[in-house]
């Protein structure tokens, strides 16, 4: 039997176009200063979850939220590209409002979850986009069975574990907070994955935490 696989799921800080409600998709956006606040606030919320290695999205933003810890907690840090958000083609680096201007039947489709949808140019379809993501969880989770993985990643991503481990489908309603920089436990065993902890952001306290993210992701 594989060993259990603590992961420590975290969200990049926040970014400009968190803020001015714009698809970032796998565009590479740096943190904004809230994001770095947010993401120096991590060494010291992590410090004793017993963490091995942290296992982070080579999108820039992601990257800069790991390092602000793992350097801090002399974490290993390696890059994975399985865990970058969404790719949404053309639609990557519009706001919601444009979107829904420009193209009113992808921003339908976006909005519904239709699981088949993939944006022209690059976009990925929300079916293939989950399946991306717990795969790529469940292959880190063995890679490092038995020890404590830190998962740096995006909002579209969590959803996506949220899902899996609360066996919820795809086009269910999301009631759950995806916030920047918020940490969330899931426990991965030969079973798949299961909800420990979510949306932890007792050690954001004080920030001007928005909260804001990608929702239809």
């Known amino acids: 039997m594989t060993e259990p696989t603590r992961l420590i799921a975290i969200r990049h800080g926040e970014t400009a176009w968190n ?7 796998q565009l590479d956006i740096p943190l904004n200063p809230l994001g770095r606040r947010q993401a120096a606030c991590l060494p010291e919320a992590l410090r004793h979850e017993g963490l091995d290695v942290v296992v982070a999205s080579d999108l820039g933003r992601a990257w800069e939220t790991a390092r602000a810890f793992a350097g801090p907690l002399g974490l290993p840090l390696l890059p994975e590209p399985g865990l970058r958000e969404r790719a949404f083609g053309v639609m990557q680096g519009h706001t919601y409002e444009e979107i829904e201007t420009r193209w009113p039947d992808w921003a ?16 990925e379809s929300l ?12 292959r880190v989770a063995q890679a490092h069975a038995g020890r404590t993985v830190a998962l740096v990643c995006h909002g579209g ?11 919820l489908p795809l086009d269910a309603p999301r ?5 920047n920089a918020a940490v969330n436990r899931l426990l991965h065993t030969p079973q798949g ?25």
């Open 175 to 179: 009631t759950w907070q995806l916030g």
């Open 157 to 167: 991503v969590l959803d996506c574990l949220y899902r899996a481990a609360a066996r």
């Open 19 to 25: 803020t001015e409600h714009r698809l970032q998709g």
């Open 193 to 217: 994955l299961t909800l420990v902890g979510w949306n932890d952001q007792s050690h954001l306290d004080g920030l001007d935490d928005l909260a804001l993210d990608e929702s239809s992701t």
């Open 108 to 123: 339908a489709r976006w909005k519904a979850r239709d699981p088949d949808f993939a944006a022209p140019e690059g976009g």
């Open 127 to 138: 079916a293939g986009f989950y399946a991306r993501c717990v795969a790529t969880a469940e």
